[in-house]
């Protein structure tokens, strides 16, 4: 399975952006998708994920309200909407996918992952 972020860039605070993930390969092997971020000299921290079929979705409490993770079935992709961007949201946003059928927010959890894409919030 390979998968490709892409939707980074400049971004004022306050504004939105929406980010995603494409999936290619044995991607019916994967049943929850997820995003993380990667801060400048932090480590990488879990976002939001979704459950591939039912769709149910869970988010880190620094995001919730404001991000909303989605996904297309027929494109093997999903999404992250983001809105009420803030300074802090600045990082390096990575997808990632795994084929377990239980919804978690541990990183080693995850058994795929895409480049990262950066999301700069300027104040």
């Known amino acids: 399975v390979q998968l490709q972020a892409f939707g980074g860039g400049l971004v004022q605070a306050g504004g939105s952006r929406r980010l995603t993930c494409s999936a290619s390969?044995?991607?019916?092997?994967?049943?929850?998708m997820g995003w993380f971020r990667q801060a400048p000299g932090k480590e990488r921290e879990f976002v939001a994920a979704?459950?591939?079929?039912?769709?149910?979705?869970y988010y880190a409490d620094s995001v919730k309200g404001r991000f909303t993770i989605s996904r297309d079935n027929a494109k093997n992709t999903w999404y992250l909407q983001m809105n009420s961007l803030k300074p802090e949201d600045t990082a390096v946003y990575y997808c990632?996918?795994?084929?377990?059928?239980?919804?978690?927010?541990?990183?080693?959890?995850?058994?795929?992952w895409g480049q990262g894409t950066l999301v700069t919030v300027s104040s």
């Open positions: 990632a996918a795994r084929t377990g059928v239980v919804m978690t927010t541990t990183l080693r959890s995850y058994d795929y």
């Open positions: 979704i459950i591939w079929s039912g769709g149910n979705s």
């Open positions: 390969g044995r991607s019916f092997s994967t049943n929850v």
